[in-house]
Structure formats: C-alpha cells, structure tokens
C-alpha cells in the first residue's frame, strides 16, 4: 500500500511528466497496434479466400446420378472433407449461366458435365494436402478430370507465409522500438527524483523498497497508456472506413486485453531497466 500511495504521489507532484510519459507509450503502442490491424486484416482476408479452396472433380458422361451421390457420400467421410456438393449436369448449366451472363446463349443442355465439388476443413487446405486428396479422388474409375488450382493455392500460401513472417518479424521491431522509447522516458522520472532516491538510501532503504513505487507507476502508466493506444487505434480505423469505403475487423475482447496488458508489462520493463541503471550508479 505504502508503494502504491508513493507512485500515485509522483503522479501528482510531477503532472506534465506524469503526462508526457503516458502519452508517449500511448503513441508507441498505437504505431504497433496500426500494424497489428493490418496484420490481422490482411490474416482475416486470406482465410476468407482460403476458403474457396476446393476440389472440383469432373465425372464421366453416362454415371449415373446414385453413383455419383454414392461416391459423393464416401469422399465426405476422408478426415480432410468438409463437405461433398454433387452438381448434376443441369445445375452445371444453370452455374455457368448465372457466373458468365454474357455468354449464357453458347451453353447449352448436356454441354458441361456433372461434377463432385469437395470442400475442404480448415487446416487441410495447405497445397500438399489438397493435392493428396485430389490424388485419391482421381482413382475412381469414372472421374474424368480433377481440377483444383494447383498453382493458386501454392501462390496463396506462399503469400500467407511471407506475411506471417513479416508480420512477426515488423511487430519484434515495433516492440523493441516502443520499449526503448518507454524506458527513456520512464528515466526521466527517475532522474527527476534522483535526490529522492539517494536520500533513501542514505537512511538504509533497500533496492526493493525503492523499486517498488517506479514499477508500480511505470505499470500504470503503460495500463494508461494501453488504453489511449486502444482508442487512438479505434478512432483511426473508423476514419479509415469513412474515407476509403471499407469494413475492417477490430481487436476482439482478448487481444484488446492483451494489449492493455502488453503496455503494463512495458511500462514495467521500462520502469526495471531504468530504475536497476539509476540504483547501480547511486
């Protein structure tokens, strides 16, 4: 108790640092979370894509619709499949209708053939896994031909990769960046009470003792600072989508707590480093 009325008193005997400070882990906070929106947009439009990913397998002209709806019923059960659409030679026509209008006079009755189209779960979408399947389904006697975009799925995750990467290896930057900036202007609130602290520990205060009171207000501050981050980047995408006429998806409720928390632990580890550096040269 006595730690956290000592932090909530360096609050009000230096306001404008005290502010600053606040403002400034707001502001590192905030450049990371932009990035993370990016990031977790770019993630929510590739799995949204990922999941037109399937298998369209191509039957032979004659099989008759039981057969098809039999094989149809066994392909659902592979532990990859989600589900299995038997498009009759019909449905086929009227598909190729509505998708390309503008030529819906050159199609005409028994024109395309039937078809099974495998939908995939989520998690068995990776290239090597649809090309097995595929593979398996090409073994029955009346499939003709197996389509799947061989190419575009191994493009898609080559893209999924690459931004995984980056994104990992942009946000450490960012952290790292945002910690440094937190620790030099938590440094100016320990240097603003250097005296304070000498004179503490000319009357025998321990390190512990006078750590205690800059980690708990370092911790403040980076909870503060999470939540101005929260809503700067709140405010941001909302005018984002005024201006370029798009839906974007928000932090849910876990990574916004996880990000208040992930400002706490800044403001800590800001608080730790430049308290220790104060204490060893004291």
Known sequence: MLALRTALTAFRRAPLLSVLSITTIAFSL????????????????????????????????????????????????????????????????DRARKELGEFKDVFESQFLPASLDVHLKQGFRDPATVRTVAD???????????????????QLYRLRNIAGVAGL??????????????????RMAVL?????????????????????????EGSIKGVLGGFLALVMTYLAMRVLEQYLHFETAFFDRRLATLGVIFGALMGLMGSAVSVGRHLRRV
Do not use: H
């Open 169 to 186: 290896t942009l946000g450490l930057a960012f952290a790292a960046v945002a910690i440094i900036i937190i620790g030099a202007t938590i």
């Open 136 to 154: 398996r389904i090409r073994g029955y006697d009346f499939v003709d031909d197996v389509r799947f975009g061989e190419e575009w799925i191994t």
């Open 192 to 216: 603003a009470r250097s005296r304070e602290i000498s004179i503490m520990r000319l009357v025998g205060a321990t390190d512990g003792f006078i750590r205690r009171p800059f980690l708990i």
């Open 30 to 93: 905030f450049a990371f979370g932009l990035f993370g929106l990016v990031a977790l947009n770019i993630r929510n439009a590739l799995q949204q894509v990922e999941e037109r990913v399937e298998i369209r397998a191509f039957v032979a002209e004659g099989t008759t619709v039981e057969r098809i709806t039999a094989t149809g019923d066994e392909i659902a059960k592979f532990p990859e499949v989600a589900r299995v659409d038997v498009v009759t030679q019909e449905q086929a026509l």
